[in-house]
Nanobody, 121 residues
Framework: QVQVVESGGGLVQAGGSLRLSCAAS????????MGWYRQAPGKQRELVGVITSGGSTNYADSVKGRFTISRDNAKNTVYLQMNSLKPEDTAVYYCNVDLTIARISPTYRYWGQGTQVTVSS
């Protein structure tokens, strides 16, 4: 069994910063990519960014230069540092983890429960 738990959301003024964390635990053999998505009210869930097992990152154009994804492989944790936040960044942020549970195993994708980020103007 695998658990994915996010933390760090909250209310912040425009121009401020927040750091989200997402930790995976349980029966994990290896973790491949880890990513962050967000979903604003009335909108579809969209990709924010992703980080591979080798540390390569890719970001949505809307957050490039403001958000940074990093990971701590020893802790099975991915972080999302959000700077220069804007009201349009308001959303529920979800992380996902692509992992295997054994040496020979398919890759499974697990999602966190989501954490609310609200940016006031």
């Amino acid at each position: 069994q695998v658990q994915v738990v996010e933390s760090g959301g909250g209310l912040v003024q425009a121009g401020g910063s927040l750091r989200l964390s997402c930790a995976a635990s349980g029966s994990i053999f290896s973790i491949n990519s880890m990513g962050w998505y967000r979903q604003a009210p009335g909108k579809q869930r969209e990709l924010v960014g992703v980080i591979t097992s080798g540390g390569s990152t890719n970001y949505a154009d809307s957050v490039k230069g403001r958000f940074t994804i990093s990971r701590d492989n020893a802790k099975n944790t991915v972080y999302l540092q959000m700077n220069s936040l804007k009201p349009e960044d308001t959303a529920v942020y979800y992380c996902n983890v692509d992992l295997t549970i054994a040496r020979i195993s398919p890759t499974y994708r697990y999602w966190g429960q989501g954490t609310q980020v609200t940016v006031s103007s």
